[in-house]
Structures are given as structure tokens and as C-alpha cells.
């Protein structure tokens, strides 16, 4: 048996992958990720409002959701309910975190791989220098400067509080964002999906997903040449606990099942060759993020797709993909609801409690899936903070009596680079992994 | 001009944050950039070995990230630019990471400590110190600012902290919209509104740190402050400091005034504000 031990390109922060070969096929794999940062322990001793500032900086990509879940887990601890205005300004800033996150990982993240298989299609995809690579640059920037109009600035921004929002937001962000919304459906259209919107609802409604064209197209046809539209499957459980539009719960054994009870998810130990905690929800390996939520909420196209090719690579990637157009629309309907309470405080409290204690948990979903965070507070200060995020029960390690949902995905498969590839449809994250 | 993009402990903000910058595409026809971890096809560590190879150098190296002490192949890396950027909080003090971890430091402070990986009389291959472009993140505005200043031949002035005064010289509190309530002392009572300053309750650093966020803008439309959110001077050494949502007093006083001010100075000045503060900066509005 060979073991192979490859430095992984594109990581947000460092990865390696150590692959055992046996008669030219994957027997087993490991997702090392090793450095972390302590950000839990640095929050313990503070004021839990310094929580709002520090959880964002976990991550540079998906800090919003990070906050997000910072000011649901003290909202719950304290028993505090935010304005109706604040919940919907927030669903539409994590939601466009969750979009622009979408549109920079098939352009900069997936597609560059598959330059490598096919020279021609460096002219759209080569990092720095293909077309479409810049025009996604250009479409995520546009999106982060959606979120700022309400929450000041991306990334890193602090704008939730327990209560609300800081922001007294008016009909300038809001028709501001429509348009950049249009841009973004049209883009979604254009290049993506490659077709008419009328078009694309028929494909939609009718789960037609070979009909689809664009550059979703073109990695399809790859993924088939390649032989790998197929590969990549892990134990087909998903996982989706918070709610970014439509329905959380979870799939086992073919069905999707209603609400899930965070006291089944259970934070394991480390294991030697991993700086992150394993999860499992009811002992059991899960996978969260797009897929999980696009089954369970019933995308027909994502159905019939999972229907023929199971949890496969291929359906995880068109999940986030297509998620940009479910995820675009429910922004658009919640800036109808917006409209009507415009006049709300953006506050339910104003000032913040400083004496204050309890514990609670925020549950939100980032792009990547399911992020949970829990926290006690005692006189005003944390007391403790742990943070379970979507790369750790993606990509986190094996336990005693089953391999990470990621680690399962890539054994059987042939070469190193597939490898990569279906490692990479569940976005590698590494500092949000340890973090 | 080449530029090699480094990564240690990070969160990739600084990334996220240069990715955002409005002229992206006609940039990268300006200079080349010859590596970046998020964004290239090989892995970071086979890109050092073969730049370290190859000894053909390069002009600007961006660090992004804390460093370890014991670091030698970053030091290395950084004998060989002509210029050494380090980009955001993390490769400037520390920060977040160095809070829990006594070995992490900045790439030529810990915090306030100076020093760190490179040591007190670090020069680049151009003669520079470490350029520090502080944040968390840094604007895509001052790391885009500087490589472009260094493309046209221009050596960026320094402040005592090795930041370009061109964007460190002045205070957030510049441009902030809620001047005219800091000017009269209106308190903000209340989270969540347009109206009053963040300096009095809820520990707004505006006038305690130095950036031109709110003369240039965040994502070209807004900033913390104005978005209703304290800055929190993360441009500082001390961020993140405790207690960040608040205002330490002292008979009434905030305990830091804005820089330069006198104690006596501001008793005086704010008892003749508030006495009289115009009608249409109180209440609700």
C-alpha cells in the first residue's frame, strides 16, 4: 500500500490530503487540517457582546453567518426577541454572504481544477486571467456591497444585536439592492444556466437538469468525459438545522425528516492527524450545506438529480449552484416584507443588558451548511462558547466507528486530482474547520 | 511589478476584502500577480519553494496572517522582496491569534511590543521597514493604494506605527455623519438609530484611531458608524480590547478622550455644548 501526502491548493488556510493506494484506487483518505487559532478559548472572560466582534473573524468568507449565529445563541441565552424588521434586514445580509460565497467557489475555487483537464477552457476559468473568473470577482464584490448598505461594511462586519440590528435602515438600501439583485439573476441566467428565465423555470419545475446549459453545462459534460459525474458519494445523510429559506430537518434512509433536536448533536474528540472536532448528529456522520438544503426543501431539479446520482459530487456542486437562484428569490420576497416595515425599530431593546446570565444556542445556516454556536453567560461574561461549524461535519475527521463525510466521499476513486475534485465540492475551508 | 501573496494564521478577511477592490481586472493588467493562495492553482508551499529556488525574487511580498516566532521560511520570503507588506491586523500585531498563543506575534510587532518576527531594524531589499497596512481586514483601498504608490515609483511616508500616512494620518472619527452630535455632546441613549455619537456609551473609537474608513467608504457605500456600529478601532494595536461595546467613565468622563484633547479642555468645552446644543439634535427627530 502507498501513501500519498498532497499540499492542497485554494484552501481558506492550510490543508493536506494523505491518500492510501491499493491496486491503483483509493482505499483510504484523510483531510488533515492542522492549525488553529483558539478563537472559542479568547472569547471566554469577556462581555458577551464582545462575541459579536470576535466570531465574525473566524472566518473571512462566511463571517456574517458567524456573527449571525454569535447574536442568535445570546438572543436565545437571554430570552430576547428582535424587531420583525431586524430579522428580515439579517436573513437578507447572511443570505447574500451565502451568494457571493456561491459565485466565488465555482469560479475560483471548482472550475480552475478542471483547466487542468481540458486546456481550452483556460480561456474562461484560469485563475487571474480567465473571463469569467473576473466577471465573477466582479459579481461577488457587487453582492458584498448589497450586505454593506444594511451592515456597514463586508466582511467583518458587527451590525446584529441582541434585539436587532444597528442600523436604521431606509428605501435607499432597499432599492439599491434590487438592483443589484436583477444584476446578479441576470448573470445567474446568462452565464451560469445559460438560458432564458422562462426557460429555466421549465427546466426547474420539470427537474430537467440535463437541459440546463451555461457553464453548469459545461462542468456537467466534463464531469461525464471524466467519468466522474457519479463519484464522490459519501453516506447520502444531510443535514440542515437552520433556516435560510425553506424548511430545516434532516435526510436518512431516503426520507426527509422534520425538525431536528440540537441535544442529538454530539462534538467528539480529536484525532491525532486533525486540529477539528468530529460531529455527529444522533452518532451518526452527516453532511450539511446546499445539498441537504436543497433536498429537503424540495428544489424538483436537485430531486431528480440526487434521485439518479445519489449524494454524488456532481449534485453537490449544481445544489450550490442552483442555490443562487432560490436564494436570489427569496431575497426578492423578503424585500416585499421589508417594505411594509420599514417604520419598525431596527431594535427591540436599544441598549444591551450588561449584568445578564443564561445559556442558548444559535443555529443559522452558512453557505457551507449548518453553523451552531452555544454559549453560557454568567454576570455579563461568557463562561463558555463552542462553535460546531458546517467544515466540521464535512470535512472533519473519522471517528471510532466511521470515516468523515468527506473522507468516505473519495475512497474507490481512481486519481489524485478526482480527488481533489470531489474533496473540493464541499468547499475546503480549513480555518473555519479548526478555527 | 510581481507580487507574491503570503498566508499564515488568518481568516483570509484581508483576502476577501482585496478581492472587493472596484478596478480588480485592470489591476491585475498593472501588476502580476504571481501568486496568491486562495487564488492559484498550486499549493502555497510548492509556490515558496519554488521562488526560493529560482532566486529570481520579487518586488512586493503581501503577508496576510500572524506569524510564529520560529517562522524561518516567512523571514526568508521576506529578505527577498524589495518591499514587505503586512496586510491586516494579524500580520501587523498579532492580533486574534496571538491572544491565545504567546509564540504568535506580528511580522514586526507583538501588539504593542516592538519587534516581532523580523525584529526592531528589519529592512526590505529596497531599504523599507515592513509596510503595515492594519485592519481587520484591511481596506482594499490602502493595500491596493500602496502596491499602486510603489508601481509609480512612489516610497509611502510612515507613521510611527510603519503605516502609510497617506491613509493612517487621520482619524475614523473623520467624515463620520454623527459629527455634529459629537461636536454638541448628543449622546446616543439607544442602539439601532441614525442619530446621536457612539463615543459617550458605547465605546466608538472614532476619535481613538486611525484610518480613513469614513472618508472613503466600506464596499463604496457605507462604514461602521454610519451603519449604527461603533468602530472599534480595529487599526489599533489593542484591538481586540475588552469590553468592546462600551465606555469606560470616570466621574461621568470617558476615561480615554480623543486623541489630543485635554481633560480640562473637554469638561469645559462639553459643559458649554450641551448648554448649547441646538433643539434638532435631541430627542428622536
Keep these: ?435 | 511589478m510581481r507580487v507574491f501573496w503570503l498566508q499564515r494564521f488568518a481568516c483570509c478577511g484581508n483576502t476577501h476584502s482585496f478581492l472587493n477592490y472596484e478596478n480588480f481586472s485592470s489591476l491585475l493588467e498593472r501588476v502580476e500577480l504571481i501568486y496568491h493562495p486562495s487564488l492559484s492553482l498550486k499549493p502555497q508551499e510548492e509556490a515558496i519553494r519554488e521562488l526560493l529556488k529560482e532566486k529570481k525574487g520579487v518586488e512586493i511580498l503581501v503577508v496576510e496572517g500572524a506569524v510564529r516566532y520560529e517562522d524561518r521560511e516567512t523571514v526568508e520570503l521576506c529578505r527577498l522582496a524589495d518591499f514587505v507588506l503586512a496586510v491586516g491586523n494579524c500580520a501587523v500585531y498579532g492580533n486574534i491569534p496571538a491572544l491565545g498563543d504567546k509564540d504568535i506575534c506580528g511580522l514586526t510587532y507583538r501588539f504593542k511590543e516592538k519587534g516581532g518576527l523580523l525584529g526592531r531594524d528589519f529592512l526590505s531589499g529596497a531599504g523599507l521597514p515592513v509596510i503595515n497596512l492594519s485592519g481587520c481586514p484591511a481596506h482594499p483601498e490602502w493595500i491596493v493604494g500602496t502596491i499602486l504608490m510603489l508601481l509609480e515609483g512612489i516610497r509611502p511616508e510612515l507613521d510611527q506605527w510603519g503605516r502609510p500616512k497617506e491613509f493612517y494620518s487621520s482619524l475614523t472619527h473623520w467624515g463620520c455623519t454623527r459629527n455634529e452630535y459629537f461636536e454638541w455632546k448628543v449622546e446616543a441613549e439607544e442602539l439601532g438609530s441614525k442619530r446621536g455619537c457612539l463615543f459617550y456609551h458605547f465605546g466608538c473609537r472614532g476619535p481613538l484611531s486611525f484610518s480613513s474608513c469614513n472618508t472613503i467608504l466600506w464596499n463604496g457605500v457605507s462604514s461602521k458608524t454610519r451603519a449604527g456600529t461603533p468602530c472599534f478601532g480595529c487599526t489599533e494595536y489593542d484591538f481586540p480590547r475588552m469590553g468592546l461595546w462600551e465606555t469606560r467613565q470616570y466621574a461621568g468622563i470617558p476615561a480615554e478622550l480623543p486623541i489630543g484633547v485635554s481633560k480640562r479642555g473637554y469638561i469645559m468645552l462639553s459643559g458649554v455644548a450641551k448648554m448649547f446644543a441646538p433643539e434638532r439634535l435631541k430627542g428622536e427627530g
Design chain 1, 1 to 435: 500500500m502507498k501513501v500519498e501526502n498532497i499540499e492542497l491548493p485554494r484552501v481558506e488556510g492550510e490543508a493536506r490530503l494523505e491518500l492510501s493506494w491499493k491496486d491503483g484506487s483509493i482505499e483510504d483518505a484523510k483531510v488533515c487540517i492542522n492549525s488553529t487559532r483558539g478563537i472559542e478559548r479568547v472569547l471566554l472572560g469577556r462581555h458577551y457582546m464582545d462575541a459579536l466582534v470576535i466570531t465574525p473573524r473566524v472566518c473571512g468568507i462566511c463571517g456574517h453567518a458567524h456573527l449571525m449565529a454569535s447574536v442568535s445563541a445570546i438572543e436565545d441565552a437571554l430570552h430576547i426577541e428582535p424587531t420583525e424588521k431586524a430579522k428580515l434586514v439579517r436573513r437578507i445580509t447572511q443570505s447574500l454572504e451565502v451568494l457571493q460565497n456561491h459565485v466565488k467557489w465555482f469560479y475560483l475555487f471548482v472550475m480552475p481544477d478542471f483547466t487542468l483537464l481540458e486546456e481550452k477552457l483556460k480561456e474562461l476559468y484560469e485563475p487571474l486571467k480567465g473571463k469569467r473568473w473576473h466577471m465573477a470577482i466582479g459579481v461577488a464584490s457587487k453582492i458584498a456591497k448589497g450586505i454593506a448598505l444594511f451592515s456597514g461594511q463586508w466582511p467583518h462586519s458587527s451590525y446584529a444585536i441582541p434585539g436587532g440590528i444597528t442600523s436604521e435602515v431606509s428605501t435607499r438600501e432597499l432599492t439599491t439592492l434590487r438592483q443589484i439583485l436583477i444584476e446578479l439573476k441576470e448573470f445567474f441566467l446568462k452565464y451560469l444556466v445559460g438560458m432564458q428565465e422562462e426557460d429555466f423555470v421549465a427546466c426547474f419545475r420539470e427537474g430537467n437538469w440535463r437541459g440546463l446549459g451555461g457553464d453548469v453545462r459545461v462542468f456537467l459534460e466534463l464531469c461525464h468525459r471524466e467519468g466522474i459525474l457519479e463519484a464522490g458519494r459519501s453516506y447520502d445523510r444531510l443535514i440542515s438545522g437552520g433556516q435560510l429559506y425553506g424548511l430545516c430537518g434532516y435526510f436518512m434512509n431516503r426520507v426527509v425528516h422534520g425538525r431536528l433536536k440540537t441535544g442529538q448533536i454530539e462534538e467528539l474528540e480529536r484525532v491525532s492527524y486533525s486540529g477539528a472536532k468530529p460531529v455527529r448528529y444522533k452518532g451518526l456522520p452527516f453532511e450539511t450545506g446546499p445539498l441537504a438544503r436543497q433536498l429537503i426543501s424540495g428544489n424538483p431539479l436537485i430531486k431528480s438529480m440526487h434521485k439518479e446520482l445519489k449524494d454524488s459530487f456532481s449534485v453537490r456542486v449544481l445544489a450550490r449552484v442552483l442555490e443562487i437562484w432560490s436564494i436570489t428569490e427569496a431575497i426578492e420576497s423578503w424585500l416585499e416584507r421589508l417594505k411594509k416595515v420599514l417604520r419598525e425599530r431596527s431594535t427591540s431593546l436599544g441598549r444591551f443588558p450588561s449584568k445578564a446570565k443564561g445559556s442558548g444556542y444559535g443555529v443559522v445556516e452558512a453557505a457551507r451548511g449548518t453553523l451552531i454556536h452555544r454559549l453560557t453567560i454568567k454576570d455579563g461574561i461568557i463562561q463558555e462558547y463552542s462553535i460546531i461549524t458546517p467544515s466540521q461535519w464535512n470535512l472533519g475527521p473519522r471517528c471510532e466507528s466511521f470515516l468523515g463525510v468527506a473522507e468516505r466521499a473519495m475512497v474507490g476513486l481512481k486519481s489524485p486530482l478526482h480527488a481533489q475534485i470531489v474533496l473540493r465540492s464541499f468547499d475546503l475551508c480549513s480555518v473555519c474547520t479548526t478555527h
